[in-house]
Each structure stands twice: as C-alpha cells, then as structure tokens.
C-alpha cells in the first residue's frame, strides 16, 4: 500500500522567507510526527499529532515552527522568516497508534530544505 | 527510553548473514526492542520489533535473550542494498511523542 508521501521533496528557499512543507500521512494512522534531520545528525523531534488530542510541540525550536493537522488527514509544517540553520531535512512519520509502545512509525523521505 | 548500545559499524559479506548487536540491559518489562535502518537520502525505516519472543519478517528475524537485556537483529542473506545505518531503538512507553530517540546505531556495510 501507500506510504508516507511528502512534498516537495527538496526546497530551496532564500533567508527570511516563509515555506510550507507537507505531509500525506498512511490511511487510517491516528498519529503523526515531525522530525529534523541536519547533516550528519540524528533525528530531532518536533511536533505529534494524535487524532484530535492537542498536539505535543515540545519539540519545536521556536515560534518561527508551527504545524497544522485536520483530523487524522494531511499535516503542513510552516516555517516563517526562514534561517540558515533550519537548513535540515524534514522527516514526517505516522503510526497507527501513537504514544504506544507497539506501533511502529512509518516515515517518509523527507523535504530536504536549503535556506541560502 | 531504555538506552541502547551498538558497535559503530560492521562489515558483512554479500549472500552471507548479517547479524547486527545490541544491549539493551535497562529496558522494563513491558517495553518492546525496535530497529529502524536509513539507507543514505532516504527517511528512516521500520523493520521489525519484539517484546519477548523472537520475530521473524520478510525483512529479519529479531533474536531476543531469556533476560531481554540484548538482541540481535539478523538479515539472512545480506545484499548490496542491505548498506545503511542500522538503529535499535527502546521506545518510551508513555503517551509522548518523542517516543524515539535514534542513537548512534551501526553502520553496515554488505560488501561484493
């Protein structure tokens, strides 16, 4: 079946402008997370989503992060005012249960953003 | 989550077994063992995960100890394609979601 499909797949934006990255989760997964990966680095958590639960954005670095999800649908990560170092691939994942210990996340390949 | 130990890489012979280590001798009685590969350019992905009893896929066999304190994840006939970073992962088991934190892992690399 489908996977996790992201777009676009690489994004070249200049500093100080604003982009929107997306995520099409799998069919019939509750939870969805987003993920930072910078070069050479491991991944770094950034917001979940379960079902129609608050999300937890504790791990968005700052206000210039936000994320919206409808439902148990499609996510956008926006990121305003862009940065150099928000340079980093944008990995999102989803799971047919989330904050569960045996269901497995599911990731996409990524947005790969380069900030000039 | 329960911290995981695992040699930083390893080099396994195209056709023959890859079998990857891991320790993970803190981990709770109700957490579950996970491994994760990212070959290069590409997300994360999943492969397999046990409690207690070992697992078997299409992918791997995952072989859990008695004490549930190591595990090995073995890829039977290992391909050229098998190459990336292998991670075993302990997951939090409260409703957090960063419930995966990704160490180190081990790099394979299946050679001709």
């Known amino acids: 079946g489908a996977g996790v499909s992201q777009s676009p797949s690489n994004k070249v934006t200049e500093k100080g402008k604003d982009v929107e990255l997306r995520c099409d989760p799998i069919?019939?997964?509750?939870?969805l997370y987003w993920y930072r990966q910078r070069l050479g680095q491991g991944l770094e958590f950034l917001i979940y989503?379960?079902?129609?639960?608050?999300?937890?954005k504790s791990g968005l670095p700052s206000d210039r992060f936000s994320a919206e999800r409808t439902g148990e649908s499609v996510s956008t990560l926006t990121i305003q005012r862009t940065q150099q170092e928000d340079s980093a691939v944008y990995l999102c994942?989803?799971?047919?249960?989330?904050?569960?210990?045996?269901?497995?996340?599911?990731f996409g390949n990524g947005t790969r953003l380069t900030v000039t | 989550d329960a911290k995981t130990t695992q040699p930083p890489s390893m080099d396994c012979a195209e056709g023959r077994a890859a079998n990857l280590p891991c320790n993970h001798s803190?981990?709770?009685?109700?957490?579950?063992v996970y491994w994760y590969r990212q070959i290069h350019s590409q997300g994360p992905q999943y492969i397999i995960h046990?409690?207690?009893n070992n697992e078997t896929n299409e992918m791997a066999s995952l072989i859990i100890t008695e004490d549930r304190k190591s595990s090995t994840l073995i890829l039977p006939h290992a391909t050229l394609r098998d190459t990336a970073v292998y991670y075993c992962i302990v997951p939090r088991t409260d409703n957090a979601g960063n419930m995966l934190t990704f160490g180190g892992g081990t790099r394979l690399m299946v050679k001709p």
């Open positions: 069919s019939g997964h509750t939870a």
């Open positions: 803190t981990i709770s009685g109700n957490e579950y």
């Open positions: 046990g409690l207690k």
């Open positions: 989503f379960q079902g129609n639960s608050a999300p937890d």
């Open positions: 994942a989803s799971s047919l249960v989330g904050g569960a210990s045996n269901s497995p996340l599911h």
